[in-house]
């Protein structure tokens, strides 16, 4: 998208819809990761101007809904998005979340009889 001076806009692909927990710590990320560029401390007003101003949609009706004092602080702004959006576990193959000792256990050496029986036990749970 172009800005008025016809350039384009680098930070247009920075908007929160109020899809899910992802988007909302995407979204978080990037409205940091902007802020930091420009100089700016985390708790800049133009900062937390600059988000509500990349809301749009489901994201946008709920900001509106919110108490004025949550709007008017960046911290309790991302509390509140957290809180109503909040993380969804990435998913491995098949939507199957991925435990994190499951690399542990591929890693076991399978020259070894009781590495395999861990292997299976825990492939039984």
């Given amino acids: 998208m ?9 930070n247009a692909d920075i908007v929160f ?9 995407a979204f978080i990320a990037a409205i940091r990761d902007r ?3 420009q100089g700016m401390d985390e708790g800049d007003p133009a900062m937390l101007r600059y988000a509500t101003s990349r809301l749009r949609g489901k994201a946008m009706r709920w900001h509106a809904r919110l ?7 960046w911290d309790l702004l991302v509390q509140a998005m957290f809180e109503e ?3 969804i576990e990435e998913r491995g193959e098949g939507g199957i979340v991925t ?3 499951y690399a542990f256990i591929i890693s076991l050496s399978p020259n070894d009889s009781s590495d395999l029986a ?3 036990v825990l492939d039984d749970i």
Avoid: H
Avoid at 2 to 10: H, I, L, S, T, V
Avoid at 17 to 25: F, P, Q, S, Y
């Fill in 2 to 10: 172009a800005n008025a001076e016809g350039e384009e806009d680098p």
């Fill in 17 to 25: 819809r109020g899809i899910d927990g992802n988007e909302c710590e």
């Fill in 35 to 37: 802020a930091i560029a």
């Fill in 67 to 73: 108490d004025p004092s949550i709007r008017k602080d």
């Fill in 85 to 87: 959006y909040p993380f």
């Fill in 99 to 101: 435990p994190v000792w």
């Fill in 118 to 120: 861990l292997v299976q």
